[in-house]
């Protein structure tokens, strides 16, 4: 069955830390990968996607995320995160060339930063 | 450009009772699709609807329906409500195509006692 798993559920850095989250995908076949963002009280958001090409994925607000096609892997980085930065983020899936409308999501992963 | 709306944004139902959720895409989007997310399953993908026509179909029981209209409008309604239908439903509008961003919605908090 296809899933996703994010390994960390709450993830708590102080300011100018640098952050990675994993996400691992078990899917059958090429896949498209995604990173989304729900600040608090807000709805969700696109932080980057891959699709094909350079594997190494820059996003919004200085984030990126690297797909190591070998280890199933998709984990999202920041060099220097900010308390702007707090929110719930999640990691998804769908079959290359599939409709973004059908994603799988992993159950996310809430991180929090102290001023 | 206005975003997707979703209303109501907050739904209080008794258990048996049924319920429908509606969200509005962004204009020119003709795909619309639903999630529930739950702080235990997380998201999960409920149906996606393209031009009218249901697309893709999650894992859930055929309690859970819905449709969309010529204007690209979707409803889901849940029928016999249960207490494990408890969750946030979010909708998400996109273009239809496969390399074109989804759109979230705030929500429907749908609280069944």
């Known amino acids: 069955a296809q899933s996703v798993s994010q390994h960390n559920h709450h993830v708590i850095l102080s300011e100018a830390a640098s952050l990675e989250l994993g996400c691992n995908y078990s899917y059958g076949g090429t896949v498209n990968l995604f990173w989304y963002v729900q600040y608090p009280g807000q709805h969700l958001q696109l932080l980057l996607k891959y699709f094909s090409g350079d594997p190494l994925v820059k996003g919004i607000k200085g984030f990126e995320a690297e797909f190591i096609k070998s280890k199933f892997s998709f984990n999202l980085r920041k060099p220097s995160v900010q308390w702007s930065d707090t929110a719930e983020y999640f990691c998804?899936?769908?079959?290359?060339?599939?409709?973004?409308?059908?994603?799988?999501f992993g159950k996310g992963t809430k991180l929090s930063v102290k001023p | 450009k206005a975003g997707v709306t979703q209303t109501p944004r907050y739904l209080i139902k008794t258990r048996g009772q049924q319920v429908t959720l509606s969200c509005s895409p962004i204009s020119g989007h003709r795909s619309v699709s639903w999630y529930q997310q739950t702080p235990g399953q997380g998201l999960q993908f409920l149906f996606e609807?393209?031009?009218?026509?249901?697309?893709n179909k999650g894992n859930f029981p055929g309690r859970f329906s819905g449709r969309q209209f010529s204007n690209s409008r979707s409803e889901m309604n849940v029928s016999t409500l249960e207490l494990g239908d408890s969750a946030l439903y979010l909708c998400?509008?996109?273009?239809?195509?496969?390399?074109?961003?989804?759109?979230f919605g705030q929500g429907t908090r749908l609280t069944v006692v």
């Open positions: 609807y393209f031009s009218e026509t249901q697309r």
């Open positions: 998804a899936v769908n079959r290359y060339g599939g409709s973004q409308g059908n994603l799988i």
């Open positions: 998400a509008s996109s273009l239809g195509r496969g390399d074109t961003e989804a759109f």
